[in-house]
Structures are given as structure tokens and as C-alpha cells.
């Protein structure tokens, strides 16, 4: 598997072996996977747990056949369960009964986690190699991810009459649209005069050339350019850096940038790249559970600048924050921008998914994205295989293509599907009966993921055969 793992990583696309179509062969990429005992920190949905109606007090574990468990492809959407989630959660309910409020500044011993007051730093402190930052000061974990992006629009978008314009692409996830437009109606300005979209090309495409043109054009009128690492409807990966620099060098003040579907999905080298800041959610490739609390990064070049910001309590330097004094006096780097007492529970189960992270090694991004590279163009190759099969065409039409750009330097883990019209409904009903996880975003689309934390190549094998049995019927 390492010269698949090479080329991919290179931006090829090797040649499988004629044998590669068969179960045989996904197994034996299986048992080549250095990373494949991660799946056994994982709780898998199993085709029973997937029908449950009411709680019983059974949750799939360590006794469910693999034959039993899901093809659980959507970690796009939300992560699967780590079994170190109940750990980390039954110890801080443990010391919040033992102790109580003491459980801010004291950790029990044996506790996998550290004080209350402690918990959102000790995750940044597991994040450096998440996000690629310099310093955990670069990081914080609060609030969820429109709350992110709502503050540092707060302190970083500051339009004027010549400067006013926030560049987009052309589908944001519309939590982003929202908080993006009312940010600009909260300056009295217009959404329609001030707020620039990236379009794609007809394939859904978007181009770096038409990034970086249309950031040129409107450069000299633009505040804040806010972009997606990863767009979540068709999976593409930006150039992060390219387009960073790109608008520094002609004079915008801030690059943002939303993580969803990036962080935990791909490296990313967020200092280095001079990223003025960005936002991300835990609940989907991190595996920290739905709503979990979000991260946020702020470039330390910032740190030491007077930025206007919404401040809060726990936002305060922990010197002072039980002085209770009016001033406010703001903690270093990134944490400065918290505003409450922060969940210890949420915290406790981002904690657990970050440990995940960390049981996989130094630079554990780059070990994770070598296998996730082999592991998504496997899935590429047997899918290109239906479509030259053609398997459930209509006339000329295929059942299917994949928006998903075929670069593997342009994508992370998942494939979008854009099924032929009117066949979504009939094709998720079988996934679904055949106990396949995965997300449909209507009218057309079908989004796979194979997360390589939990997911392995003999389920990428068997998702696909259930998906030709699905054309076939519709």
C-alpha cells in the first residue's frame, strides 16, 4: 500500500491491479493498514443499532461481528463514537459529583482530564498538529462554530465606504451565509452590493485562477475574504495558502477561513500560511459528538494588537478572573476572545476525540492523510469502474458522476455523487436497507466518506456493491 500511498500523495492516480475489483483485494489493503487498530476505538453503528426504537442500555461495542456493523460513511456529517467519549464523560460526571465546584481548579488522580478552568487550553495544547499552528496560544475551543465566526467578524471585519466587501464562493453552508449577511446588515451596508460570490464552472468547479481573479478585481473595495477549506457539497479542496497570500498581497486586511469539513480531514499549516484566523466544528471528521464545542484559530501575529473584540468573563486572564474586577485584562492569544464558562462535559468528549488523534504518533495529520488518499481513490476507482460498466443508465444518460475533483491534492476523504434526477429517494432507501451510513443532500447528491480513523477498504468494496445493486433497481 505505500506506492499507492506515494503516488496519491504526489497528485497521481497509480494503476490498481486487474484484481482490484474483488473482495480479496480490499482485504489484503486491510491487512497492509498500519493504522486499521484505530477502528477498534471506535463504537460503530451496527444494521440492529441503526433500527433501535428506545434506549435498552445496549450500545454497539467490542462483541459486534464486523459483518453486523454499518458502512458507517458519513463522518462528514458526524463522526462515529470513540469509546474514549464515555470514559472521558463518566469522569467528569464522577469528579462533578465528588467534588463539586472544586472540579474547576482540582483534578482527581487517574482523572484522563485536566481541571475545568484548564479543559479548553489542554485541547488546544492536542491541536497544534490539528490545525498546523505555531503555539497552542493560536488556539481555543469554545462556543460552536456561527459563534466563532460571528466574533471574529466582530474584530476583524470593520468595512468602510471604500472598503466594505466580504468574498464568498458560491454554495456556502448556510449557517455561513447567514452569519455573513447579517454581519453585513449589522453595518448598515447591503448584502447585495457588498458581499461577492466565487462562481464555479459548469462542473461545479472552482478554479484557483477564478479565486484569485475574482480577489483582484474587487481587492481594492474588499474588507474580509472568507472561504471554505474544503467546500462542503462537493468536497473540493482550496489552496489555503495560494489564495492567502494571494489577498494579502494586495492589501486585504483579513483571511478567514471555515474548517468544517477540513479540520481532522487534511493537514493544514494555518501559521505558516499566514491564515489570519479560522473556525471549525468537532462533531465531524474530529468525532467529538453532535453540537460538540468548536475550535477556533488566531494568527499570533494578532496577539500582541489592540483588536476590538466582544468580551466575556472567561475571556479574562486567569490572574484576574476571579478578581471580579471591571477592567477586562485579556488572556493571551486566542483564549482572549472566550466569552463564558465553558461545557466541561462538551470539553471532556473533545478532549477524548483529540486523544484519538494523539495515539496515532507525531505529525498523526500526515500519517492519517496517507491512508485516507489510498482509501478515497480506491473508492474513486470502483465507482469510475460502475460509470464505464455503465450500471443503471437511462438512454445516454449515466446514473451517476462524481463532482468531486479527481486531483487528490484537491480533495479530502469524501466523493460527491450527483445522481441522475429523480433517483436519490430509491437509491438512499436501499443504502439504507442494506445498513449504509451516508449523506444525501437533495435534489441530486449523495455524499461518501470514509473516514480512515474507522473505515476500511473491504467497507469501501461492499459500499460500492450495494450502490450497483441500488442503480439496478431504480
Known amino acids: 500500500m505505500d506506492s499507492l500511498t506515494a503516488a496519491f500523495r504526489s497528485g497521481q492516480k497509480p494503476s490498481f491491479p486487474a484484481e482490484a475489483g474483488t473482495l480479496e483485494y480490499a482485504q489484503s489493503l486491510d491487512q497492509q493498514d498500519k493504522l486499521g487498530h484505530l477502528r477498534e476505538e471506535f463504537n460503530i453503528p451496527t444494521r ?27 463522518g462528514n456529517s458526524l463522526g462515529a463514537q470513540p469509546k474514549a467519549v464515555r470514559r472521558a464523560l463518566e469522569s467528569q460526571l464522577e469528579t462533578w459529583a465528588s467534588i463539586g ?14 481541571s475545568w478552568q484548564d479543559l479548553a ?21 469554545m462556543n460552536t ?20 466587501k466580504v468574498i464568498i464562493e458560491w454554495k456556502p453552508f448556510p449557517s455561513d451565509w447567514y452569519a455573513i449577511q447579517s454581519q453585513i446588515r449589522h453595518h448598515n451596508l447591503s448584502p447585495s452590493t457588498s458581499l461577492i460570490e466565487i462562481q464555479p464552472t459548469p462542473d461545479l468547479y472552482l478554479t484557483t485562477e477564478s479565486i484569485l481573479a475574482t480577489i483582484t478585481e474587487h481587492a481594492p473595495s474588499t474588507a474580509l475574504v472568507l472561504l471554505p477549506g474544503i467546500q462542503y457539497y462537493t468536497g473540493q479542496l482550496l489552496d489555503i495558502k495560494t489564495i492567502t497570500a494571494h489577498a494579502h498581497s494586495l492589501g486585504i486586511p483579513c483571511v478567514g477561513w471555515d474548517l468544517a469539513h477540513a479540520a481532522g480531514n487534511v493537514p493544514l499549516c494555518l501559521h505558516d500560511w ?5 473556525v471549525w466544528c468537532t462533531y465531524k471528521y474530529i468525532n467529538a459528538g453532535p453540537g460538540s464545542t468548536a475550535g477556533l484559530f488566531l494568527h499570533q501575529k494578532h496577539h500582541s494588537r489592540n483588536l476590538d473584540r466582544l468580551e466575556g468573563w472567561y475571556g479574562a486572564d486567569k490572574s484576574v478572573r ?16 472566550q466569552l463564558s464558562n465553558p461545557s466541561a462535559i462538551d470539553l471532556a ?51 451517476f458522476r462524481i463532482i468531486t475533483p479527481g486531483d487528490p491534492l484537491e ?64
Open 48 to 74: 440492529t443499532s441503526l433500527k433501535k426504537k428506545a434506549l435498552n442500555g445496549v450500545s454497539p461495542g467490542e462483541n459486534d461481528s464486523e459483518d453486523e456493523k454499518s458502512i458507517y460513511f458519513v
Open 101 to 114: 465546584v472544586n472540579g474547576h481548579f482540582s483534578t482527581l488522580e487517574n482523572s484522563p482530564l485536566s
Open 121 to 141: 487550553e489542554s485541547c488546544a495544547r492536542k491541536s497544534v498538529d490539528l490545525v498546523g499552528a505555531a503555539v497552542p496560544e493560536e488556539i481555543i475551543y
Open 145 to 164: 462554530l456561527t459563534a466563532n465566526l460571528h466574533l471574529m467578524m466582530a474584530s476583524f471585519y470593520k468595512p468602510t465606504a471604500e472598503r466594505h
Open 274 to 278: 499566514n491564515v489570519d484566523f479560522a
Open 322 to 337: 476571579f478578581l471580579m474586577e471591571k477592567e477586562f485584562k485579556p488572556s493571551k492569544g486566542a483564549s482572549g476572545w
Open 349 to 399: 468528549s473533545v478532549s477524548a476525540a483529540l486523544g484519538v488523534f494523539e495515539s496515532v504518533g507525531e505529525r498523526y495529520m500526515e500519517r492519517l492523510r496517507g491512508k485516507a488518499v489510498v482509501l478515497t481513490g480506491y473508492l474513486e476507482y470502483l465507482l469510475e469502474g460502475l460509470i464505464r460498466e455503465g450500471v443503471g443508465r437511462k438512454g445516454e444518460e449515466q446514473a
Open 411 to 474: 480533495r479530502g476523504t469524501q466523493l460527491s455523487l450527483m445522481l441522475r434526477e429523480g433517483i436519490l429517494e430509491g437509491v438512499s432507501k436501499v443504502l439504507a436497507e442494506e445498513g449504509v451510513v451516508c449523506d444525501a443532500r437533495k435534489p441530486d447528491v449523495i455524499r461518501v466518506a470514509p473516514v480512515p480513523m474507522y473505515c476500511r477498504f473491504e467497507d469501501v468494496w461492499r459500499f460500492v456493491e450495494i450502490f450497483k445493486g441500488a442503480l439496478a433497481r431504480v
